[in-house]
């Protein structure tokens, strides 16, 4: 059963409103830099909202060809002019329509390395993350500038529906604080860059359709949330024989939990 981006995005916490269509630019020039070497070096990096180009200019010094996916379509002219004679293709679409096998030459192999970066839009975040976990080609690596509270909910050991799509399909692991004064304009909120680097998912689609199920009511007893499933007395025997808290709720169980707790379910 494959999980469609409704069902996904519906479980996790959206950050902002679709209303927000700007960005927020990091400015500091040593933070930027870091986020390229965090990026790697090598052919290709696609980068996801250059906007000004204050991060490609990082990334062109480490990558062979960046490209450059912008949505505002006065950005996407302009950017090319700022870096007249680079390896830069700017492609002027929203991301989460973009064809990522398009990045791939009729010449070279499906397994061909690429790298994403972006200081990715607050509105849309949760969205460009499934993106960038389900694209064929995967990438080898993405490191993205995202709201802090995502970062820390990604990386927290208490699971939500985000955190455990994230951890379903890539290793995850903390990148530097960015404070709001770094940005132009200044956001309400600091960010963070988390670096992502996805693997084949660790459990299977009908697992995660049981994730999504246990988390309709987060707050409440994962038994309750479960109770369709089975009955109180079966519920209650399987979670003692898997050794879960008929007390827990949804986001005490991890990967491994849901796992085991689908086969029985």
């Not at 991301?95 to 972006?118: E, N, W």
């Not at 903390?174 to 200044?186: D, I, L, N, Q």
């Not at 960010?191 to 009511?217: M, N, R, Y």
Request: net charge positive; charged share 30%.
């Amino acid at each position: 059963m494959v999980v469609g981006r409704e069902q996904l995005i519906s479980g996790m916490h959206m950050v902002g409103t679709n209303k927000m269509l700007g960005q927020h630019w990091l400015k500091n020039r040593e933070i930027l830099d870091e986020i390229a070497r965090l990026a790697g070096e090598g052919e290709l990096c696609v980068e996801i909202g250059p906007g000004l180009g204050t991060l490609t200019s990082s990334l062109l010094r480490r990558f062979e060809k960046v490209i450059a996916i912008e949505y505002d379509r006065r950005l996407a002219e302009n950017l090319p002019k700022s870096f007249p004679g680079k390896n830069l293709k700017v492609v002027n679409k929203d991301i989460l329509k973009f064809d990522f096998s398009s990045i791939i030459p009729s010449d070279m192999t499906k397994t061909q390395k690429y790298v994403i970066a972006g200081n990715i839009p607050y509105y849309i975040t949760s969205p460009i993350i499934e993106k960038v976990l389900t694209v064929e080609p995967l990438p080898e690596r993405a490191v993205l500038l995202v709201q802090k509270e995502v970062a820390e909910r990604i990386l927290s050991k208490k699971e939500t529906m985000l955190s455990l799509f994230v951890k379903n399909r890539a290793e995850v692991t903390a990148g530097p604080v960015v404070s709001k004064v770094e940005f132009t304009p200044p956001p309400k909120v600091d960010s963070q860059v988390i670096i992502l680097k996805p693997h084949t998912p660790e459990v299977s689609d009908k697992v995660f359709w049981l994730i999504q199920q246990g988390f309709k009511a987060p707050r409440k007893k994962l038994v309750h949330n479960l109770a369709g499933f089975k009955s109180k007395d079966e519920l209650d025997e399987i979670f003692g024989e898997l050794r879960i808290s008929v007390d827990a709720r949804p986001g005490d169980l991890k990967l491994a939990d849901w796992a085991k707790l689908s086969e029985k379910v």
